[in-house]
């Protein structure tokens, strides 16, 4: 353009220039005789001069000079074009190179969109059955504490480390893993073309650090672990076509069924009651044209069968869970759907004694769910809330702004059945129940409304987990056995509202829960109430300690109370890799209590301690990830 510009400019200075020379030539004959000019026309026709004989005077014509002009215009263009069409075609290539490696065609960037800056999206599409996230490695630092107004084992006071949070039920509904603060992941990730063509290989090699205290010695102690590596072949034809398979040589979590991970179901080793340090392989085969993906799941779990006596050494067995589900997901349009299904043996009853049964594989616990979940999203990605806490998986999705209106609706139910021990059987006379076994059936549900205004969010969540929902995996409130016909049961209701503001690189979010929480009760030889409050889904490992209060006994003939919770946060990212977050939160549950050491050196629980039941708590948090 600049030699366009410079071209153009010459071309007017010499035609101003060959205009006045023009001039001064055609008013110079008029002042000479006529004799004269009569004999310079003759000498002019026999010997005119050329402009290379003539090197004082040049003379052009307008119509040569706007020949000059335009034709060098025209070059200049067509040069320019030739440049642009380059341009188009090494685009073109790009694309077609991208398409070919992915299976997705680019969406045609809109105008409002062009000059947004564009943030890599490593999350995939969340469901691992549907596309594998890796886990990205990061670092986090947390100081604060859970606990302002109490000093004891359940909350030291202001230091840094890992801690036990008091539970924000919202959080861990949404995602969030509320457990171990401070933590380290480490993943070591290589993506390559392979030989053959729209062959992608990806690998995975990934740690997980913790640090911890044991509370009987209070000593550190620092865990690593494997979490979740995994190899990967990927296979997608420009015509939409994708096939993909991957390989869990030690932890299949990914393989699950459900999104939301309050109602997630399949994932670890817990699903298993015998589980032990065993790993869990598996893999996963899919097949996906355009907007649809089938997808079948494998994994299986090594344990010791069960039956046996004290410390009599066993030899193992293998059990094994299935995985399936079918997928919808157009981008364009916002609207993901999905289907599906889990069956996973879980092994041998332990309570039943083989001798009973006319086939001793009748007290097999065989599992099995079914999930359906719907997600619509209008206008750009609405993302996840805003917590102090990581998602489990390591990802949280950032909103996109782009739009000045979006808005999400989503919703899941998952149903659970899987034979127990008949508790009636247990209780009744010889005779009067026919079955040992019975059904265990469960149900969860959650529905989750968003709206953003520019900057502005807000949302609602709404969730149902009834009692056998919440203990299924235990398995039972008491293990082993289904609920008796004379116990009482209540499900849990929850309900979140929370909103937040971007601007300038800071979010400041606020949010309000309250919870009805589930209940098991029976009743004494007395005739008196006693009741269990369970918080949180209960697995094997999962009883009442001062660190771990998923469950809590109430003292006799007291009723459970509501739960709930508000919750400030003030988030800044620095960058797309590096945040920082403060966080105030006040939680009220009157059905907590607290253990006090006793002089013989035993714990006992106490109720009505205002500071463990009304508790305010301050974190602060720095992480990275990359």
Known sequence: MKKFIFLAAFFFVFSLFAQETQTAETEEPAEAPEEENAGAEQNQGETAPTAAQD???????????????????AEEMAKKEAEKKEAEAQKNQEIAANTAKTGETPAEEKPEEKDAAKEPDNTGDANGFIQTSYTKSSLAFIMGDDNLRDNSQ?????????????????????????????????????????????????????????????????KLITSLKEDRSFLEIDFRHPTS???????????????????????????????????DSSPVPGFQVLYGYSDLSIYFGFKAHAQSKTDKLSTEI????????FFGGLTYNNKELGLKASLQGAFIDKGDNVNIQDSKLDNPKDDTIKSYGIDAYLEYNNGSRFGDPIGINSYADGTWIKPDYTTNISW?????????????????????????????TDDYMAHGAAIDLGFRFKGLRTMFLYSYRDLSFMTFDAPGVNPWTTIPSEA????????????????????????????IPATYTVKDENGRKNTMVIRERLSTDAVSTAFDRTREMLPTGREALDIFFVKADIKYQFSDSFTAMLEYSFTRDHNRQRMVEQDNGTYKSESDVIEV??????????????
Do not use: C
């Open 55 to 73: 090197n004082d005077k040049i003379t052009v014509s307008k119509e040569e000079l706007a020949k000059l002009v335009k034709e060098a215009v």
């Open 488 to 515: 009482k049961q209540t499900p849990e209701h929850m309900f979140t509202v929370s909103a937040d503001y971007f601007v300038w690189n800071f979010w400041f979010a606020a949010s309000f829960g309250y919870k």
């Open 314 to 321: 066993v030899p193992k067995e293998t059990v094994y869970g």
């Open 408 to 436: 999400r609706i989503r919703g899941e139910y998952l149903f659970q059945n899987e034979r127990l021990q008949n508790a009636d059987y247990i209780a009744s006379p010889k005779g009067e129940q026919e079955t040992i």
């Open 613 to 626: 039941m009304d508790v305010h708590g301050l974190m602060f948090l720095v992480e990275g990830r990359f």
């Open 154 to 218: 359940y909350s030291p006071k202001w230091d840094i480390g890992s801690r036990y949070e008091y539970e924000d039920f919202a959080d861990r509904v949404y995602g969030y893993s509320n457990n171990i603060k401070s933590s380290t992941k480490l993943s070591l990730f290589h993506e390559e073309k392979g030989f053959l063509p729209y062959l992608t290989a990806r690998m995975s090699l990934s740690f997980s650090m913790y640090n911890s205290v044991d509370a009987m010695s209070d």
């Open 241 to 275: 076509h994708r096939f993909n398979i991957t390989f869990y040589p030690y932890n299949a979590d990914n393989i699950a069924i459900g999104t939301l991970r309050g109602l997630r179901w399949g994932g670890n080793a817990s699903v298993w009651p015998q589980s």
